[in-house]
T-cell receptor
Framework: AQSVSQHNHHVILSEAASLELGCNYS??????LFWYVQYPGQHLQLLLK??????LVKGIKGFEAEFIKSKFSFNLRKPSVQWSDTAEYFCAFRGTSYGKLTFGQGTILTVHP | GAVVSQHPSRVICKSGTSVKIECRSLDFQATTMFWYRQFPKQSLMLMAT?????????EQGVEKDKFLINHASLTLSTLTVTSAHPEDSSFYIC?????????????FGPGTRLTVL
C-alpha cells in the first residue's frame, strides 16, 4: 500500500535557524511529489512540486526540496526561517499510474521571533 | 494562482439532518474535484474523486449513500452528508484539479467545519 511518512510531528525553531522536514514515501513506481503548507486559519497552499527533471525543486517563499529516489525521500528545506513560516506542512505524493494524492501526517512548525 | 472556494465555512446541525457543502473553482474549470476529510491532528484522508458529469469514485470504507457527491458543472461540486451523526463531525476539504491527468496540481478550498449535535 502506498503511504507517506513525515518524521516530525512538531518542530520548534528560532528565527534565522535552518529548517529540514523529512518526508519518505512508500510506492514502487514513478511518483509526483508535493509539499503543501497550511497557515493558521487558512487553506492548504502548494509550496512546491516535483514531477520530473532536476530533483532539486525550488518553491515559493525560499523553500526547496530534494527528491532522492534511492531513499524514497523528498525533504523540505529552508536555510533561514521566519516567524511567518509558522504553519503546518504536509508532504504528499501521487503515483502517476493513479491520480489519488496521499498525504503525510503533517508537521507543525513553530518559529519563535 | 487558481482559487477554490467552499460554502459554508462552518455549519452546525442536529443529528439526523442533511448538510450540503459546495465547492467552487472560481477562475478555472475543474475536470476533477476531490473531497477530503481531516480529523483533528491528523492528515487529510481522501473520501472520493468526482469527475464532471459522471459518478464519483469513493475510497474504500467511505459510504457512498451517506456522502453524496454531485459534480454537475466544471466549476461546482457538492458534498451532501445525509442523516448526519456526531461521528460525522469533521473538517471537510475539497480540491480541484485543472486537467485531471497525471501532471495536474490540486488546488484546495478553505474547508468546511461540520459539527453535528
Amino acid at each position: 500500500a502506498q503511504s507517506v511518512s513525515q518524521h516530525n510531528h512538531h518542530v520548534i525553531l528560532s528565527e534565522a535557524a535552518s529548517l529540514e522536514l523529512g518526508c519518505n514515501y512508500s510506492y514502487g513506481g514513478t511518483v509526483n511529489l508535493f509539499w503543501y503548507v497550511q497557515y493558521p486559519g487558512q487553506h492548504l497552499q502548494l509550496l512546491l512540486k516535483y514531477f520530473s527533471g532536476d530533483p532539486l525543486v525550488k518553491g515559493i517563499k525560499g523553500f526547496e526540496a530534494e527528491f532522492i529516489k534511492s531513499k524514497f525521500s523528498f525533504n523540505l528545506r529552508k536555510p533561514s526561517v521566519q516567524w511567518s513560516d509558522t504553519a503546518e506542512y504536509f508532504c504528499a505524493f501521487r503515483g502517476t499510474s493513479y491520480g489519488k494524492l496521499t498525504f503525510g501526517q503533517g508537521t507543525i512548525l513553530t518559529v519563535h521571533p | 494562482g487558481a482559487v477554490v472556494s467552499q460554502h459554508p465555512s462552518r455549519v452546525i446541525c442536529k443529528s439526523g439532518t442533511s448538510v450540503k457543502i459546495e465547492c467552487r473553482s472560481l477562475d478555472f474549470q475543474a475536470t476533477t474535484m476531490f473531497w477530503y476529510r481531516q480529523f483533528p491532528k491528523q492528515s487529510l484522508m481522501l473520501m472520493a474523486t468526482s469527475n464532471e458529469g459522471s459518478k464519483a469514485t469513493y475510497e474504500q470504507g467511505v459510504e457512498k449513500d451517506k456522502f453524496l457527491i454531485n459534480h454537475a458543472s466544471l466549476t461546482l461540486s457538492t458534498l451532501t452528508v445525509t442523516s448526519a451523526h456526531p461521528e460525522d463531525s469533521s473538517f471537510y476539504i475539497c480540491s480541484a484539479s485543472l486537467a485531471g491527468g497525471h501532471t495536474d496540481t490540486q488546488y484546495f478550498g478553505p474547508g468546511t467545519r461540520l459539527t453535528v449535535l
